[in-house]
């Protein structure tokens, strides 16, 4: 199964160059399904039909010369909780069964446009909702490093999919660290743009202000290749913001991948105090140290910062997100598409019957916290409060990057935990999203590439920190530390 | 009734504005249509679509916000109004509860005791609800989801009114100012303005207001009146018999005349407003104000005035004419084609109403002055025909009937050629059919002539008869007379 040993971009050429087809690239990443995805549990769906068609489509674009992008031909998964039209979008969910969108998301129909062939959609945390993969309606997902461990969440099939070859590269959603955390514990690369950068149109929301599509892959300059295909304004999305797109800042006309040059003399990295020592496993700590040291090597600077607003973090997270997710999730109500409770005697009863049945515990859990947060007489007291802690978060950042240019520090404070492990502690999985929300608060583009193992041979995840539109700064520090280390090239034996 | 009581009322008053397309997609705003045709994933609420701001609603919202003589708010944004209903497909109503985009106005109004300010809290944008349709047969219901989404201002006072009278005058009042600002048609029985009536009441003389209650979409003016009449009473029972008001929301029955309890304070809902996370907040600038500003019409009562001093006009034909602003455009324009103000105000007040009166009849309905269709150049034309004696005034109504039914723009010049309605200014032809018709009708000129001048009327009759209509029957009646005479 060498094909899918290889990066999008190394799929891409091979495809360009007609070494291979698109229908090959299309059946290696069904065989690798079919072989590996009854101990990862990775995919939702797989419409082999519908790919094959749309392989066939690609082709003779590929053959006549129409198709410019490097990933023309190149097979993507899509997180269960992004519209692909005609094709189940269900968000991992009871509520949603049956649901096929009647339109594409915009990110779906760019990478669509992009000559990329959509294969199915990856399994997920209910609604985005956990830090484990494990809420889902299809059944948990399996970390491919250890099949006794959570891949990490929410995007964890996404995240597994890639680790576990049977994915090249696939869509995720990261609302407090959904893409970054489950890129970590599953040793892949996972960037989380910044907010606005790409659309949100057809990403079933969870968290509004928080939600950001992106891509996990096998590295960088494969997430930055996605990203020329996926970032842009939209005008079906009015927080969608052009200026963080191809074109930005430092981004030259030809996009990201061509403006990755690995060349990070003279960055200052920002080291936060806060994000080392205590609560960090040892391990963790020592890779992360490894790769800034790494940094340094390639001609960057590192300089102690403080970030000490960053324990306000898990706590502000968790108001905000669960006060929009409430309001968002209310729509699924039993009326107009997917779960419908079969007894009702009214239509209060038809509500509370469907979301009763149709929600999961973590979800039911969630909008109870947000209804709470949002209630009169609360308000103050919890949500304005916390739309005041996001804006000193913002702040915050903005501040330390005064001093640096970018910010280096673990993803998460340990790996993968077992399966299980975490649902029985649920303020231990809050906690662990410590490193990766405040981003999400501040809007801030995060990029988790893989620096290193612990001692059970799991990954370990580096998350580099960039200001907002700084997406091409992030990358191309990313960019660099894999220049010059293979733990991204490093694949596990499923088992 | 022992004691004297007074009432207090305030009003939330929901206009639905005539933008083109709804306020957070590209459908249609248009009234009816078959269910569930005019609406897209967006208005549907479908799972991760998002609302993209129509521009157009707010310059409407700006211009309703300055005639209401209220502050712009700088940076307006939309909150979030949650609640379950089917007809409320994402289970959230887009509206604006902490930055509504007009606050601290007023509106001044005519009362039997003078003028009076009623002073606007605020005014804000937000979405419409699609309806619900119940089925004839079983226990079903169907949402209907087209009016999801149209676009609508809430206007909600202070409670500043004491009578149903002026209730109804500040109603009239925004409905004038919203149909000359061309932003609503205002009409209350399809639901594009809807009032929301608070009413309590306390001992005249005192400053505490007492315990209200609320009155829901009530769908015409009088209707209110008579729900205010009716509620005021059933309070003031209620009171003097030593009663409480509750506090709660209640339904007029017009029918029936009378109210029932729907809901009580209690059990009122908990909206969890909070800011729309989908929708940047809208910066609303110095010049774009000014820009509404400089494009505000000139209302109805400054217009009236102007068409007494200008055209000469009795009070009453003005009111008659400004009472629509498409129609008291359309006297301008009939005078800018060559008519005369005081003809125009006769075929606009007395010809075109009986025409419109007498269609409406024949299709049962009723009809305003746009649905006439009615083209300025063309009815200018018309007028100068008929007042210049080309054309008998009854085959010019007949024409403006005509005129009224035809879809097209109708060519008046070319209809009154191939008709035949010209007048015929012939004198030699004329000459010779009163000369027969004086000697075909010795009766009738005896009698004329020994005194009966009546049967003047008889002869003309037959002088039209005989040129079929196309004479003027003036000069017939001045060339019989001169010839009786001689």
Sequence with gaps: MELMKLTALELGEKIKAKEISVREALDAVSAAKEKTDAKVNAYTDFDKELSDKEADRIQKLIDAGDSKSPLAGVPIGIKDNISTKGMLTTCASKILTGYKPAFDATAVSKVRDAGMVVTGKLNMDEFAMGSTSETSVYGPVKNPWDTGKVPGGSSGGAAAAVAACEAVVTLGSDTGGSIRQPASYCGVTGFKPSYGAVSRYGLIAYASSLDQIGPIAKDVRDCAAVMDVISGGDVNDSTSNAAFASGAEGVNENGFLASLNGDVKGLKVGVPAECFGEGVDPKVEESVKGMIKELESAGAVAVPISLDFIRFAVPTYYIIATAEASSNLSRFDGVKYGYRAKEADSIDDLFINSRSEGFGGEVKKRIMLGTFVLSSGYYDAYYNKALKMKQMIMDGFAGAFGNCDVIVCPTAPMTAPKIGESLSDPMKMYLSDIFTVSLNLAGLPGLSVPCGFDAQNMPIGAQIIGPAGGDLKVLNAGHAFQLATDHHKKFPEVG | ?486
């Design chain 2, 1 to 486: 009734m022992s004691r004297n009581w007074e009432m207090v009322i305030g009003l939330e008053v929901h206009v639905e504005l005539s933008t083109k397309s709804k306020i957070f997609c590209s459908c249609t705003t248009q009234f009816g249509g078959e269910p569930n045709t005019h609406c897209c994933p967006v208005c549907t609420g479908m799972p991760g679509t998002l609302p993209i701001f129509n521009g157009q609603v707010l310059e409407y919202a700006v211009k309703a916000g300055l005639a209401l003589n209220c502050e712009i708010e700088r940076q307006t944004r939309f909150d979030r109004k949650n609640y379950f209903y089917p007809d409320l497909p994402k289970a959230y109503q887009i509206s604006q509860l902490y930055r509504p985009i007009a606050h601290d106005g007023y509106v001044e109004i005519e009362t039997s005791q003078g003028p009076k300010k009623i002073r606007i809290h605020e005014m804000h944008m937000e979405e419409d609800a699609g309806k619900l349709i119940h089925s004839e047969y079983g226990n079903e219901t169907y949402p209907d989801y087209n009016r999801c989404g149209v676009p609508l201002l809430e206007i909600v006072s202070e409670p500043d009114f004491r009578s149903a009278e002026e209730v109804a005058a500040y109603l009239e009042k925004i409905r004038m100012m919203f149909t000359y600002l061309g932003i609503s048609d205002c009409k209350m029985q399809e639901g594009s303005m809807r009032a929301d009536v608070n009413l309590s009441i306390r001992e005249a003389g005192t400053t505490e207001f007492g315990t209200r209650t609320e009155m829901k979409n009530i769908n015409s003016i009088s209707a209110i009146e008579r729900a205010i009449a009716g509620e005021y009473e059933r309070q003031c029972d209620l009171l003097e018999s030593g009663g409480k008001v509750t506090q709660e929301t209640r339904h007029w029955n017009d029918d029936k005349k009378m109210s029932t309890a729907m809901r009580s304070k209690e059990n009122a809902q908990d909206y969890r407003y909070f800011p729309e996370p989908d929708i940047p907040e809208i910066l609303v600038s110095e010049e774009y104000i000014d820009d509404c500003r400089s494009r505000m019409p000139e209302f109805a009562p400054d217009k009236k005035e102007r068409f007494m001093s200008e055209y000469g006009l009795s009070e009453y034909d003005a009111g008659l004419l400004v009472a629509s602003k498409p129609e008291s455009d359309f006297f301008e324009a009939l005078i800018k084609g060559g008519a005369t103000a005081k003809a125009s105000a006769n075929w606009l007040i007395v010809h075109l109403a009986s025409v419109m009166k007498k269609l409406s009849a024949d299709i049962n309905g009723t009809m305003d002055f746009e649905d006439a269709g009615l083209d300025a150049e063309q009815m200018s034309y018309l007028i100068k025909e008929v007042e210049g004696g080309k054309v008998n005034r009854q085959d010019g109504i007949d024409i403006l009937t005509e005129m009224v039914k035809s879809e097209e723009v109708l060519d008046v010049k070319e209809y009154i050629a191939s008709h035949g309605l010209e007048v015929s200014n012939d004198t030699g032809a004329l000459a010779e059919t009163v000369a027969k018709v004086i000697a075909a009708n010795e009766q009738a000129v005896s009698e004329y002539k020994s005194g009966k001048e009546k049967a003047i009327g008889f002869l003309v009759g037959a002088c039209m008869k005989e040129l079929k209509g196309k004479c003027n029957p003036g000069m017939v009646k001045e060339m019989l007379e001169a010839e009786l005479k001689k």
